[in-house]
């Protein structure tokens, strides 16, 4: 008895187990199911986005077409719309998605070890834009369209992502202005010169290809851009540099003699 009674509470035991995986199972199942539509869904979001942006950067925002887009990529223009009522929406989800990009590329390189000196700090964030338009050049395209003229959606952007990008690099540039290495002008006027230069490649790109058969996205021709700026740019000579050479004349006097001496010992 006392065996049969050992049997039947493991058979119990075993059948009790055996529902509670049941009951269990059901309960499981919807949460695998909803995460893997939320995946689906997530993935759809994401090729939209890429597919708005192509669109965008090459007809501008008035000519594109929510059914384009969704030609572009094989859906079904109701399913765009699902996901973003309005091709206005559409449109400042696609901004807000690149430049959240962006700023993530510049956590990269910021967030751990932050260079001390502001004139790293402020090459650091221009070479992480000047990659990703490299990378992407439709987003160069996307913003040129919108440059072209005032637009609601420029007004938008502005308030929404830049002004606050610019007050954040503004003081930045400042302070390597301080360090001797940039230019002493307008910070915002340093701020678009930069910008014209990160996007010189995924501008030109096209032209320079037919005209000289020249890569802008060729890892070295990328490299050799990028030092070009830094050099032009970022490397100049500090004060104290200039201060510590002798013999060497500064200003118009200085321009008088290296001019008196050349003539004298001409080359």
Do not use: C
Not at 44 to 49: H, V
Not at 51 to 67: D, K, P, V, W
Not at 173 to 180: F, L, S, V
């Amino acid at each position: 008895m006392g065996i049969e009674v050992r049997q039947s509470r493991s058979r119990n035991q075993m059948t009790d187990s055996t529902v509670s995986r049941k009951s269990a199972a059901p309960k499981g199942r919807p949460t695998e199911l909803r995460r893997a539509e939320q995946q689906r869904a997530q993935e759809t979001r994401s090729a939209i986005l890429n597919a708005a942006l192509t669109e965008f950067a090459s007809r501008g925002f008035e000519a594109a077409s929510i059914r384009s887009i969704a030609d572009r990529i094989g859906l079904q223009h109701a399913l765009i719309t699902y996901h973003f009522r309005t091709k206005d929406i559409l449109w400042q989800a696609v901004a807000e998605h690149v430049f959240e990009r962006i700023q993530h590329s510049w956590k990269n390189y910021l967030t751990d070890e932050p260079p001390a000196r502001a004139t790293d700090r402020v090459k650091l964030v221009y070479q992480a834009l000047f990659r990703f338009t490299v990378d992407f050049p439709e987003f160069h395209r996307f913003m040129l369209q919108e440059f072209l003229g005032y637009s609601p959606r420029l007004q938008w952007l502005a308030d929404t992502v830049l002004k606050p990008l610019i007050n954040w690099l503004l003081p930045q540039i400042h302070a390597a202005q301080d360090e001797g290495s940039l230019p002493r002008a307008d910070p915002i006027l340093i701020h678009y010169l930069l910008i014209s230069l990160t996007s010189t490649l995924s501008g030109f790109g096209p032209e320079m290809q037919v005209t000289s058969n020249v890569s802008a996205s060729d890892p070295a021709v990328v490299d050799a851009y990028w030092k070009m700026v830094e050099e032009l740019i970022f490397n100049r000579p500090s004060a104290t540099q200039d201060s510590g050479k002798t013999g060497s004349p500064s200003g118009k006097a200085g321009r008088r003699a290296r001019v008196a001496d050349g003539v004298k010992n001409p080359e």
